[in-house]
């Protein structure tokens, strides 16, 4: 009896020894890509996808979990509604002027000028003897837009507004409300 259990234990050794030296272990599902998957850089090409890209655009109506749904809707009435319903929940402290001048320089000071008076660089491209853009981005100094509403401005930075796109996906809510105090801090009214 124990002549059987060497026997088998010795049977058992031997065959399980791996005689491929440079595998040493067994794949599952090994044959169908499950095991070895494969990786695909952002921009390159894709057979999984209809489109052949890897990089996809997230599925309609998709919500970042860290940002709520804007509640208004790009129409006239609701920048008014905004105006009166949004509060600015940050104080013109010396940090947040700085982060909306920061975020101004980057996103709106191309348009709107350093100064705000609407004679940002894209103001002044030509060709041909044509500019390039010929409809003027609003003077942010102008009395008008100093007495707008907060929430009023922040909705035209989040909408957009006649030619002046939205920058919701651009800029986060925080930086937002950010750049309205820069706005309304350091643009003397003219």
């Known amino acids: ?29 090994g044959n169908f890509d499950m095991y070895y998957s494969k990786a ?18 997230p599925v309609a ?26 509060q600015n929940p940050f104080q013109p402290t010396k940090e947040n002027l700085e ?7 980057v996103y709106c000071a191309v348009c709107h000028g350093k100064s705000g008076k609407g004679d940002g660089h894209l103001t002044k491209l030509e060709k041909n003897g044509k500019k ?22 922040y909705h035209v930075i989040t909408m957009g507004s006649a030619i ?8 986060k809510p925080d930086d937002r409300w950010k750049i309205v105090l820069y706005i309304k801090n350091n643009f003397k009214v003219k």
């Open 40 to 57: 695909y850089e952002s921009y390159s090409p894709n057979p999984v996808f209809k489109d052949g890209k890897t990089l996809q655009k």
């Open 164 to 171: 002046m796109g939205a920058h919701a996906s651009q800029i």
């Open 99 to 105: 982060r909306g001048k920061i975020k101004y320089d």
């Open 1 to 29: 009896m124990k002549k059987y259990i060497i026997l088998l234990l010795m049977t058992a050794a031997l065959t399980s020894c791996n005689h491929h030296q440079e595998k040493t272990y067994w794949d599952y599902m």
């Open 132 to 153: 390039l853009y010929p409809a003027i981005p609003a003077n942010l100094t102008a009395g008008f837009i100093q007495a707008k509403p907060d929430g009023e401005i």
């Open 61 to 86: 109506g998709t919500v970042s979990r860290e940002v709520l749904p804007y509640p208004f809707k790009d129409k006239f009435a609701d920048k008014i509604k905004a105006g009166k319903l949004l």
